[in-house]
């Protein structure tokens, strides 16, 4: 009987964690071709570390889903600078970024037409 109780309870967790990741913030992806792929492509390799897959933040880094980020307020050109000289922290409690100098211009060109189209894609503009 009481293994009968320890299984249910062992299923019981394991369908509630499987539930949980399942309900993982629903990020929609935009539509890719040509410079996203590759913008994707580079974010992942430079930015997303701290920044979060699909630009969802980390405990390391702010989530570029974020008003803060709507072009209105962090323009294109300060992906440029904070790749280029560094973040001294400001808006959250994540710390300095340090600059990114193996990312290349066309690069970071590519990775914010990714940043604005996932922006778009999950209605931030
Ligand atoms: C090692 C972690 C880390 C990596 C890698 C990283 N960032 Fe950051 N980023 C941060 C942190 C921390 C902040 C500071 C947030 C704050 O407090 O304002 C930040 C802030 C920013 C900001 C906001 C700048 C501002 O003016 O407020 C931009 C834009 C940015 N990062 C772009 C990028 C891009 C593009 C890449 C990839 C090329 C990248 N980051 C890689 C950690 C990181």
């Known amino acids: 009987m009481r293994?009968?109780?320890?299984?249910?309870?062992a299923l019981y967790f394991i369908i509630s964690v499987a539930h949980a990741t399942e309900k993982a913030p629903p990020i929609a992806e935009p539509k890719l071709s040509g410079k996203l792929v590759l913008g994707k492509l580079a974010f992942g390799t430079h930015c997303a570390a701290c920044h979060g897959k699909q630009g969802a933040g980390t405990d390391y880094g702010p989530p570029f889903l974020h008003r803060i980020y709507h072009p209105g307020h962090h323009a294109d050109e300060s992906f440029f600078r904070a790749a280029r000289s560094g973040v001294r922290a400001h808006h959250w409690k994540f710390g300095d970024m340090q600059p990114v100098p193996k990312a290349t211009d066309a690069q970071l060109q590519n990775i914010v037409k990714y940043i604005r189209a996932l922006q778009q894609a999950n209605g931030l503009f």
């Open 3 to 9: 293994i009968i109780l320890v299984l249910a309870a």
